[in-house]
């Protein structure tokens, strides 16, 4: 019996899987994509709890427990008192120990002193460098490397395949689309915002990036905005004055407008100038999210209940400077990280949840002529349109309809003859995957009581079913004037002298 029940679950795991299109997303997705070669090892990021009001009580993991980047949106929503709707992923499921993990992580509420806000801080292409001093920080893991991916797989709980943010443009109908550009290019998924402003209608959100699609991202999805004001609260950087003066004093830090001078922990000195670009661009982030600070703190009555900040410029100075400037960079941002919670908090009276979501996402390298090797591969298999956005859409590759596996073969040949670093991955590589995965987890959450519980569900099943046919058949017999205790209680003897 329970070798036929297995063959039957395998068989039934086959056939989704091969139907389903997993982390393929109609209409965007490549059909070919292009992967690192550690494609499958862990990303390495960090949910640190900066700030929890008195109605929250976060514990740290006592093991080597460990969180899912998808399973930060449950775990906030859970803190601010939110219900948040479990998506459920039939072809990536949660393994059964990130399910612990997260349930490890739920902190404890109180009902009758819920979060006045809760604000997020997240700082894109951070490493260990990167960090804050705090009881409770959640190690986070995962797999997806782009930041606008990344960060909407931690604000909806679902995975690419899922919400559709798939990088930040893709190709439709042989035209490229750009993520957030129309309210049909966002995500399919609501966020916690989303979730957030529908529960709470009158409620507000802010989202400060330099970045317009960060930005958008971290904000209501145009169509469930209710009120212009859920709208239209994006701070987005337009136009960097060429300046290094920041706009609050942090601890070894020295600006003026033309110098920015870092002391280090060893005693050293960084100095720059308004030549490095990227350090100009960081400082103008900064001040941004200072700016934005400071409209909160002059005006009481526009209090937003979800306010997120995303740093996004750290991309262009780990790529600029290495070592001893990186070196400075870095602690200017831990700084900054340390002194803006702080302040952040302290606008909301000391009851904002605030946390500082640091994520991996360092970006995929691949040298120009390594780029044009795969083009020259795949070319006469793409639509012109295609061939001429190559680039900027890679690692996703967009093949003409009757070419797929052709392309595939064609850029698998040439990964391996040039030895470069990528895997590549056609859709039935995926499917393929999938139907791995999804076994995996069958066997995980398998036990060596099953017999018994099989057992005693049908035993007891069998019971009840007899129990009720008994009772049907004693009921549709049954005689009123010699079994109904009722018609003996009403047929009383008239009364005689």
């Known amino acids: 019996m329970r070798a036929?029940?297995?063959?039957?679950?395998?068989?039934?795991?086959?056939?989704?899987?091969?139907?389903?299109?997993?982390?393929?997303?109609?209409?965007?997705?490549?059909?070919?994509?292009?992967?690192?070669?550690?494609?499958?090892?862990?990303?390495?990021?960090?949910?640190?709890?900066?700030?929890?009001?008195?109605?929250?009580?976060?514990?740290?993991?006592?093991?080597?427990?460990?969180?899912?980047?998808?399973?930060?949106?449950?775990?906030?929503?859970?803190?601010?008192?939110?219900?948040?709707?479990?998506?459920?992923?039939?072809?990536?499921?949660?393994?059964?120990?990130?399910?612990?993990?997260?349930?490890?992580?739920?902190?404890?509420?109180?009902?009758?002193?819920?979060?006045?806000?809760?604000?997020?801080?997240?700082?894109?292409?951070?490493?260990?460098?990167?960090?804050?001093?705090?009881?409770?920080?959640?190690?986070?893991?995962?797999?997806?490397?782009?930041?606008?991916?990344?960060?909407?797989?931690?604000?909806?709980?679902?995975?690419?395949?899922?919400?559709?943010?798939?990088?930040?443009?893709?190709?439709?109908?042989?035209?490229?689309?750009?993520?957030?550009?129309?309210?049909?290019s966002g995500s399919t998924h609501s966020s916690i915002l989303d979730t957030f402003t529908q529960v709470f209608n009158e409620s507000l959100t802010l989202s400060v990036s330099a970045d317009a699609q960060m930005a958008a991202a971290a904000n209501v999805h145009a169509a469930l905005a209710k009120t212009d004001a859920q709208k239209s609260n994006r701070v987005v950087l337009s136009n960097v004055t060429p300046s290094l003066r920041l706009a609050a004093a942090l601890a070894g830090v020295e600006s003026t407008p033309e110098t920015l001078t870092v002391t280090l922990a060893n005693g050293q000195t960084v100095k720059f100038t308004a030549a490095d670009s990227e350090m100009v661009a960081l400082v103008a982030e900064l001040n941004l999210f200072y700016s934005a600070l400071a409209y909160l703190n002059a005006r009481n009555s526009f209090e937003p209940e979800m306010a997120t900040f995303v740093l996004s410029s750290m991309s262009g100075v780990r790529a600029a400077y290495s070592e001893e400037r990186l070196a400075a960079a870095v602690a200017l941002v831990n700084q900054f990280i340390a002194s803006f919670s702080a302040s952040a908090s302290a606008r909301y009276g000391g009851n904002a949840l605030v946390e500082v979501l640091l994520l991996d996402t360092a970006p995929l390298a691949i040298s120009t002529e390594n780029l044009d090797a795969l083009l020259d591969a795949v070319k006469p298999h793409l639509p012109k349109a295609v061939a001429d956005t190559f680039a900027s859409l890679f690692p996703n590759v967009y093949t003409k309809e009757s070419a797929q596996e052709a392309a595939c073969a064609a850029l698998k040949s040439t990964v391996a003859n040039r030895e470069l670093p990528f895997a590549v991955r056609c859709r039935s590589d995926v499917v393929a995957s999938a139907t791995a995965s999804r076994r995996d987890v069958a066997a995980a959450t398998t036990t060596d009581i099953w017999p018994e519980m099989f057992n005693i569900i049908l035993w007891l099943f069998l019971l009840l079913a007899i129990a009720l046919v008994l009772v049907v058949y004693s009921l549709m017999y049954l005689d009123p004037g010699y079994d109904s205790v009722i018609y003996r209680m009403t047929n009383t003897r008239p009364k005689s002298d």
């Open 4 to 184: 036929a029940l297995s063959l039957v679950l395998v068989a039934l795991v086959a056939t989704l899987a091969a139907s389903a299109k997993p982390q393929l997303f109609h209409d965007r997705s490549g059909d070919v994509v292009v992967f690192p070669v550690n494609h499958d090892s862990a990303r390495h990021s960090k949910l640190v709890i900066a700030n929890s009001p008195a109605g929250v009580k976060f514990s740290a993991f006592t093991g080597d427990e460990t969180l899912r980047l998808r399973q930060v949106a449950p775990l906030l929503s859970a803190a601010m008192q939110i219900p948040m709707p479990v998506i459920a992923d039939d072809v990536f499921p949660v393994r059964p120990n990130a399910a612990k993990a997260l349930e490890a992580a739920l902190p404890e509420t109180d009902f009758l002193h819920r979060p006045s806000a809760n604000v997020l801080i997240v700082v894109q292409n951070a490493a260990s460098d990167i960090s804050l001093e705090a009881e409770t920080v959640f190690p986070v893991q995962h797999r997806v490397g782009n930041p606008l991916v990344s960060l909407m797989t931690a604000l909806t709980g679902a995975r690419p395949g899922q919400h559709g943010i798939i990088g930040s443009a893709w190709m439709n109908k042989n035209r490229e689309v750009s993520a957030f550009s129309s309210a049909y």
